[in-house]
């Protein structure tokens, strides 16, 4: 059997699930931002867009935080539910499912792509390897209306951007709708993602709102994506939004951040004061 990038899936996330736009590399450099920050064993802290859980999960089992993980994915938030105490084997099934059909199709599965039950098995695996997280919220809605439940200390975005050529990022998508539906997901998925246009006005958004409810306002972006920063940091200075810390970590690109168009890959985190 052929099996279609698994090298560059597994060389891209080899201690994670694969998952586009996965964060797993990054997690020290978040940690590092966030004790910086003060943050403390117990703090609550909103991830608006999870996607594989790398982040929230992560800051739980080696911070002992508390996150409340979101995402308008059914994959991501099955993902979620089958790495904290609210594991269940449905939820485990899915997440493995979604593993394998993307280690075997890309991340642009077709339609009638049935995942290969040895891989299934792999990653049901691998699940059951992670310690389950306690104190960790997993909900899965639009990013705008979940923002607005809550209030706290740290709020952490990182957009479904478009590409660095204002072209949508189909593989968000792919995932929110077609994977959703192999994985036995019966919502309307109704999701479309942003536009170079649109982006600009979501972060917009995104920091007017969060800046009212939470202490500290973080931005996740990365060098694959528009706006690139000279573009985003004007306007956000246009817009009235500051930040406090702007700071940016390189490291050698893997599949998984451009699909394999770049040699290095850059992230870059924007810190706000919260307006409360
Ligand atoms: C860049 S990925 C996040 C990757 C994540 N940081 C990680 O480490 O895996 C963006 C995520 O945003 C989610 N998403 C897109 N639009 C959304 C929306 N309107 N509300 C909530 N989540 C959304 C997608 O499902 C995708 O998982």
Redesign the pocket.
Known sequence: MTLLLPAHLLESSPQWFP??????RFVPFVKELLVGLGAREGDTIFE????????SYHLAIEMGMHPIA????FY?CNIGTALSRQRTEASVLVAAKGAALIEKFGYNPPQDSIPDQLLVDKWKQFIREQIPAKNYRVIR????DSLEQFQGKFIYC????PWRDGTYTSE?ET??DTLGKLLGDETLCT?K?ASARRILQDVIAYLDAARKRYEFVIL?NQSSNYPIPEVLEAHMVACGHSPIISRRQTVPAEHVDNLGNDLYFTEYQYVFEGRL
């Open positions: 998952y586009f736009g996965n964060q797993r608006t867009n999870a996607g594989s859980h790398a982040i979101n995402d308008i994915g991501s809605d639009n990013l705008f990182d957009f479904a951007w968000y995932t929110a999701f993602i996740s």
